[in-house]
Structures are given as C-alpha cells and as structure tokens.
C-alpha cells in the first residue's frame, strides 16, 4: 500500500518520547519537536506527507508495545493542555486529522488481508492502528465519536492469531470509551454491540471477556439500560457455579467436577467480571426480591478459595478482587481478612496465589485513582456543589482503612526471593504513598530494602518513593535509616539463591556500588544526620551489641563502598572506628582471658591423691598464660620477630585451653566484628590514600571547611575480609572444632592481644622503641587481616600527599585524646 519507513527514524523516535517526564527544558524540548513532527496540521491535498507521518506514529506505537504507552497520553495532554485557551489551536486540528487518516487506513489494511503474501505485515499495521485510535480517544474520545459505527464490525473478527484478539480488545476499549458521547445512537446499532459483545464474552478467554464485560458495563449503564440482558449472562454463569459448589460439597471426589473444570474457571472469572462493572442489588437487576446478591457472590467465590485445585483457587480470588471494586466494603469481612493476610504471610503458600492478592489490591487502588480523577474533574466543573468533594473524601477514606488493613502483610511480601512477589507489592505500596492512605513513615525501611533490590525497574521505583517522601517530610528517611540498612539485609537473604555464600554489601559488577549508596547520598548532605547514621552503624560492630556476623559483613561492605566525596567522611569513619577497637578489643580479651581461667579452675577438682600433681600443673599453667600475657617487649627472647617466640607463646595458651569449647568459639564470632573494623580502616586508607598522621591528627570537632577537600580515590582496591568470609563459609559457629583451628584462634587471641598492646605509640618511650612499637601494631594487623597483598591488607604508612608529615602510629591516639 505504501513504503515502509525507515527503521532509524522510529528509534529515533521512540528514544526521545521516553524523555517526555524528564526535567522541564528536555520535556519542553520533547513536546516542540512531536508537535512538529506530528502534530502540525499536514494540507488536504499533500497525501503523501500523510501517510508517512501515519506511518511514523504508528511504528513508533508498534516498537511500545511491551514498554506502555504512557509516553504518548503524556505528550497529547501536554500538547492538548498547552493550547486550551488559545483561539487557534492547531494540535486538536492534527489530531482530527490524524483520527480520520488512521481510520481510513484501517479500512485499506482490512481490504489488503485478503492478500497472502502481506498478510503478516498488514495484520500488524491494522492492530497498530487500532491501538494508536485507542490512544487518542483515552486522552480525547470526541474525537471517535464519527466513527464509532464504522469501529463496531470489528467486534466480529474471526480470532485466530494474537493480532486478532488485539483488535478485538482495542475496538472493545474504543467503545466503551466513544459509545456513551454518541447523541442519539440508533437502537440497531446498539443492540448489535450488545449482541456482538455478549458472544464474544461467552465465546473467548479471560483477556477478551475483561474487555467486554467492560465495555458493556459503559453502553448498558449509560446508554441503553438493558439490565434485564445482563441479568439473564449473571444467571447463567451464577447457577452454574451454585450447581457445581453443590456437587462439590455432595462428594469432593466427584469425577463431574473434574470433567467440568472449564465451565468451572470461566463462571469463577466472568461472575467476579460481571460484578465488577454492575451492581445487581439494584431493584433494576434483581426486581423485588429481597435477597442480597453481594453476599452470596462472596460465599459462593469463598467457597471456591478453599478448594484443592490452585487453578480453582486463582480464578475464585480473581473474581473476588473483581467483586470487591465494586463493593470495597467486603474486604473488610473477617473471612476475606483472614484469607488475603494468610495468602500473603505464608511463606510456604503458591506464589501464584501470593501475587493475585496483590494484583487485586493494585486494581482496586488504580480503580479507586482514576474514580478519584474523574470526581476531581466533575469537581472542577461544578464547583459550587461541595457535595462531590465529600464523596470523593469517603472514597478515600475506605482506601486508606482498607490498605491499612493489609499493609503489614504487603510489605512483608518484600521478603520473597521470587521478584514478582516484590514487583507487585511495590506497584500496591507505590500507589498507596501516591493516593496519600498511610503516613509514609512505616514504609521506610522498607523501601531502603527494596532500592537494593538486584532488578533496576525496582530499585528506581523504591528510589524514587524515597525521593518524594524526603520531598515532603525532611527527616524521614534519616530517621528510619538504620531500620532499612537491616531491613536491606534481610531482603537479601531472602534473595540469596546461595545460602552458603555469605550475604554482601556491594554489587558484583564493575561499581562495585554499596548497596544501600542511594540512601547514604540522600543522608550525606545533612552533617549531623550522617554523622549519626554513620555512628549507628559503628555501634552494632561493639561486642554488646549481638549483632550476627553476616550483617556485620554486609554493613561494612556498605561502609566501604559508600560514594564518599569529602576526605571528612572517611576520617570521621575511622575516628570512630579506633575508638570501637580501643573499648571492645579490651573487653574481648578480658572475657576470653578470663573464661580460661575460670574454666581451668572449675575443671581441677581431682581427688586428694592427685591435688598436689594437679597444683603444680595449675600453676605452670598459669605461669604461662601469664608469660604469654605480657607485652612482647618485655618477654626474654632473642628476636621480636622469632617464629619459635610465637610458637611458644601459642603452645603456653593451648596449654591453658578448657575441655568446653563454647568459649574459643564465642571468641571467634565476637571477633568478626573488630576483625571487620580494623579491615575496613585500611580499606579506606588504602582507598583515599589517608597517611597514618592525618587519622591521628583528625578532630571530628574541628570545622568542616578543613576536611572538605574532594577524595582522591585509588582505583583497583577491593574490599576483602577474608578470615570473616572464611568463618562463615565453615560455618564454624555450628561446626565441630579441631586442633588446627583452636590453634589458629589462639594465634588470633595473641595477635589482638599484641595489637591492644600497641594501640597507641607510648610518648615516653625513645624513638627507637616508638619504631619497635610501630612494627610490633603493623605485623599483628598484617597477621590479623591474613597477610596477604599489602595493597588491600597490609597497614601502610607510606602516602602521597602526606611527604613531610610525621608517620607515628597505625591507629590514631584514642586513649591520649
């Protein structure tokens, strides 16, 4: 019929509408170049330039396809909106134009199917068109109202491929939309919809049936008042299910139940469908009697919840997400309640079941937003009658009743390591905070969770929500922060599809990004608010804090990968950092020093024959735990550095070690905590390049202006607390231990000890010994953070920009301040 157009310009095209919400100057941008390019009015007689801008539009609506088409409502509101008070106005005038081309272009595509060689390519073009009329009579039905006769024959396709049940749905949704603007309809051409509709409803699957019914419920309900023809399909559908839940409870075994499945799933749907758009306690559907239809629609449907069958169960809460639009007030009933949170909770309940619950919350709240829209806009129009103002305030009143009913178990369903649980319950939490039904406060954290989520759609809507709370409520976000860098983990567990690999903080792609980097660059600009959220998380790595270890791993993954800008935020890190080690390294060894003790004591209690053999080795005991206990420098030894030196010191301790375990291993898992500080010190000094006299030197009161300097940050150095990956990856909380590992904690026990011992230089001693001192600190860091590449382990002194500084100590003078 005519040339295609060229791939390009579509591309072209459709990554530049996809801007059309950006920021003011791109979207103003967006919107000149479309109303040129599509929406000037073209002259009558150059038809060629009219067909190729219908080309464009709709190969541009075709390559949407999977995306939305919520670019396009935008741009024509835009453009529509920005000439509504204008005496010309030349987009209404192109669109006209383009309604009645796009029209006269299906009517050429219908004519060409009948040709095998293009029937592909045309069939594809017709439903594009009919998709692309669908968008305009959304944001401009009048402009359909002609044409709506010529629309309705297409109702009747013969439905063989997908392209076929698209043109149905669309015409249908054109209808629904055009049909009640008619003046004066002629009563054939109704009754033909309604005919045509009726067969496609009895006929087709569970996408047409939707659509239909849809459709009907805008030409019954506000045209032709046909109740008694929709009466008549309820009944139909509503007996079948009230013959077969008789049959079901009669004999749950019963093979007819079975051979009627098919009728079964599609009474479930299309009853739920049907009340979705007509409610049947009206005296004009149910007449005089005085029975209440509601109810019995939801016992019947409740019925059908409970049964074995999953199938069963999805359609039957599909039909009741369909009755409570209606009647919202149901799902205030006890048994719905008790349903839907069971549904939602159950960890081990169908995720088909999980995300059809939430599916129906999402459409009842996207229902009640567009009802809200349009009583806003009736609002607008008849100003003076404040009594659409109050329906519209009830309306919004039972949604945010109902959604504070299942908000818990909503936000629960982020704890799901399947992501289309989490998808659907961030759309119903998304809309909730949009509609304003809860105070935004609880859904904090988890939204910190969600923005860590590993899909990009999900972690930029999660995002975003931060965005608009922090918008709106200063205070909020840093508030809730620590809650959601917990609440984070706790996702990601329930993420990882390994539960042997220990749980990380950063992503595993070329960032290497924190996980939770939105929420700190959201915190960072607030001084005093990062220094408390950075505080926080510092607390939870002191022995009495209890946290676990993998938490502890994953919150200094975050730490170390935080995208820093100033050299103040690091330093205040490490500031801290030295202070945590000072007070918990102390009392680490104080406990394990002294649970030997104790232990050793309460395991001699030998009879009298064996006292005196038991007090001399008491005391040798003693006397070498005692030996091992003293600082290095004043031990005899012949180097300070002898293996055999530490060998002994590590034999003297085994010596003293009880028969019970639980201590070495307490000891082992408290440890992680300081064992991650002191990794995470040099992670950052290595990463900014930070000489030991600028941590010593650092005074987090000092004024901000002197540690403002950008960071300079080193590339390749990688966060990577071995031992602490080790520990948990041999699960030695759990595990028996051995030999060769109460060794290598005690070799660990001995190397804090010495750290502690050579926290701080002594000022009094001579330089030579500060030296010594200095060497001492850097080995039993060295050894403690497993050796290996002095790039991302070792402690170094040297730095670039600190040439001419004194480079006293590793850790800053905690106990001199």
């Not at 594809?124 to 305009?136: Q, S």
Request: hydrophobic letters at 35%; proline letters at 3%; aromatic letters at 8%.
């Amino acid at each position: 019929i005519e040339q295609p157009t060229f791939p390009k310009i579509t591309e072209m095209c459709v990554k530049m509408i996809r801007r059309v919400n950006d920021e003011e100057g791109i979207k103003k941008l967006v919107n000149e170049t479309f109303q040129k390019l599509w929406f000037t009015p073209t002259p009558h007689h150059d038809k060629e330039a009219m067909t190729r801008k219908i080309l464009n539009i709709t190969d541009v609506v075709a390559a949407c396809r999977d995306t939305g088409y919520d670019w396009f409502e935008q741009l024509l509101q835009n453009l529509l909106k920005s000439e509504e008070d204008a005496s010309y106005k030349p987009v209404k005038k192109a669109c006209t134009q383009l309604v009645d081309n796009l029209v006269e272009h299906i009517l050429k595509y219908e004519e060409s199917l009948s040709d095998s060689d293009n029937k592909g390519v045309n069939s594809g073009r017709l439903v594009a068109c009919i998709t692309t009329l669908f968008l305009f009579s959304k944001i401009r039905p009048q402009l359909m109202v002609k044409h709506a006769m010529t629309m309705q024959p297409y109702l009747t396709t013969k439905c063989s491929t997908q392209n076929d049940f698209m043109v149905i749905c669309n015409v249908a949704k054109i209808l629904e939309l055009v049909v009640p603007l008619m003046e004066h309809p002629s009563e054939t051409f109704l009754a033909t919809i309604e005919e045509d509709l009726m067969k496609l409803i009895i006929k087709y699957g569970m996408t047409v049936v939707q659509h239909c019914v849809s459709c009907l419920g805008a030409v019954v309900n506000k045209v032709t008042q046909n109740y008694k023809f929709v009466w008549a399909c309820f009944n139909r559908y509503y007996g079948a299910l009230s013959k077969l839940k008789n049959q079901h409870q009669e004999d749950p075994n019963s093979t007819i139940l079975t051979a009627n499945k098919p009728a079964l799933l599609r009474s479930l749907f299309t009853v739920g469908a049907l009340c979705r758009h007509f409610d049947f306690d009206q005296e004009d559907f149910k007449g005089s009697s005085k029975v209440n239809i509601k109810d019995k629609v939801l016992e019947l449907l409740m019925y059908f919840t409970k049964h074995s069958d999953e199938e069963v169960q999805t359609k039957a809460i599909i039909g009741l997400g369909f009755a409570f639009i209606q009647h919202p007030s149901l799902m205030f009933e006890q048994e719905v309640k008790t349903l839907y949170n069971s549904i939602l909770s159950d960890k081990n309940c169908s995720v088909n079941l999980k995300i059809q619950v939430l599916k129906n919350l999402q459409t009842y709240l996207q229902e009640e937003d567009t009802r809200m829209q349009q009583a806003d806009r009736d609002w607008k129009k008849v100003a003076k009658q404040e009594d659409l103002k109050e329906m519209g305030d009830i309306s919004s009143g039972m949604s945010s009743s109902i959604m504070q009913l299942y908000l818990k178990q909503v936000l629960e369903a982020f704890f799901h390591n399947q992501s289309s649980v989490r998808h659907f319950a961030l759309n119903v939490i998304a809309l909730t905070l949009n509609q304003g039904l809860i105070h935004p406060v609880q859904c904090v954290p988890y939204l910190i969770a969600m923005g860590t989520d590993p899909e990009p759609s999900m972690r930029n809507k999660a995002d975003q929500q931060l965005v608009e709370i922090d918008k709106k409520y200063a205070g909020f976000i840093h508030m809730k922060a620590v809650a959601g860098m917990k609440m984070s983990y706790q996702v990601q567990q329930a993420i990882n599809t390994c539960p042997k690999d220990p749980v990380r903080g950063f992503r595993h792609d070329e960032s290497s990004s924190a996980l939770c980097s939105h929420l700190y660059s959201m915190i960072r600009g607030n001084r005093q608010h990062r220094r408390a959220f950075l505080i926080s998380l510092l607390n939870l790595f002191d022995d009495t804090a209890k946290t676990e270890v993998n938490m502890l791993l994953y919150i200094a993954d975050n730490l170390a990968c935080f995208p820093y800008q100033t050299q103040e935020e690091p330093l205040f890190i490490m500031h801290h950092i030295d202070i945590t080690l000072s007070v918990s390294g102390s009392n680490l060894l104080q406990s394990f020093k002294e649970s030997m003790v104790k232990d050793k004591k309460k395991e001699r209690k030998p009879s009298s024959d064996e006292e005196t053999e038991s007090d001399s080795n008491s005391g040798s005991g003693s006397e070498s735990e005692e030996e091992a206990s003293k600082p290095r420098r004043l031990r005899k030894r012949v180097d300070s550095d002898s293996d055999s030196d530490e060998e002994n010191d590590i034999n003297a301790v085994m010596k003293c070690l009880p028969e019970n375990s639980a201590p070495l291993i307490e000891f082992a898992n408290v440890s992680q905590g300081i064992l991650l500080l002191l990794m995470l010190k040099q992670h950052l000094k290595n990463l900014c390049g930070f000489s030991d006299s600028k941590i010593q030197k650092y005074s987090p009161s000092e004024s901000a202006k002197v540690y403002d300097k950008a960071i300079n940050r080193k590339t390749g150095v990688h966060f990577h607390p071995k031992q602490t990956l080790d520990f948990l990856r041999s699960d030695m909380a759990n595990s028996k231990i051995t030999e060769e590992v109460k060794r290598s904690i005690v070799k660990q026990y001995l190397d804090f000890k010495l750290l502690m011992e050579h926290l701080d230089p002594d000022e009094e001693e001579e330089d030579g010994e500060v030296s010594a001192s200095t060497n001492a600190r850097n080995k039993a860091i060295t050894s403690l953070l497993g050796g290996g590449s002095p790039k991302n382990n070792a402690a170094e002194t040297e730095d670039d920009e600190s040439d001419g500084e004194d480079r006293g100590g590793g850790t800053s003078g905690v106990r001199r301040r």
